[in-house]
């Protein structure tokens, strides 16, 4: 049976779980935008989008629990245009608005980071990099990879996805670091740890000569792609200690 809990409740939960106040962020964290009091039903996504939080009013969801929120540092504070048509319905429907952006990437179990180094069969040995936010180990069988195209065969199949590859032929791949998202600045600390490989979502154009010159192999595997994971992992957590009932709506996308 389905229970109903306050949003306080909910807010109090993903706090306790998620530990906001613990990271410099570039956005709040938390509840970003206030609907119903009553919480029964949760809708957790990668980001708050137009698509899924028409999604998430399709699904009569109390709460949407994003990754990527709609408050970033940087914005000129506006409330127009696409801003507009996001907030009109999230604030018409009356649905509360819950963002977690470095606390998911980096919670040791659910996080962004955990959940992806599950999914490749790696396992955490360490953490490196701004807020020892990226996560370094091996494969969990205790084996290596041949080189950086075996490891993109396994990022393929698990993420559904090609990523891209910059890599130095014939380098057998023992260590892997990984950051998900937007991570590629997080490359020369991942190659200061020591590690013969880089996970991240995107690739900028500098990586690429970092990566032919040090023979640190980087796969840039999709920000979306990447960061899949924590959202709907945290939240299922959270709803399952709530009595509530969760569902994870993938709203796709290329980059
Ligand atoms: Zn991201």
Known sequence: MTQAVSRQALVGACNDLLQPARFKDYGPNGLQVEGGDTIRHVVSGVTACRALIEAAIDARADAIFVHHGLFWRGQDGTVTGWMKQRLQLLLTHNINLLAYHLPLDAHPEFGNNAQLGKRLGLEVQGSFGEQDLGMWGTRADGESFANALDLASVVSLALAREPVVVHTPDREIRKVAW?????????????????????????????????????????????????????????????????????????????
């Open 179 to 255: 950051c998900t998202g937007g991570a590629q600045s997080y490359f020369e600390a991942a190659i200061a740890s020591g590690v013969d490989a880089f996970i991240t979502g995107e690739i900028s154009e500098p990586q690429a000569h970092l990566a032919r010159e040090t023979g640190v192999a980087f796969l840039a595997c999709g920000h979306h792609a990447t960061e899949r994971y924590g959202a709907p992992a945290a939240l299922a957590h959270v709803a399952a200690q709530l009595g509530i009932t969760h569902q994870f709506i993938e709203i796709d996308n290329p980059a």
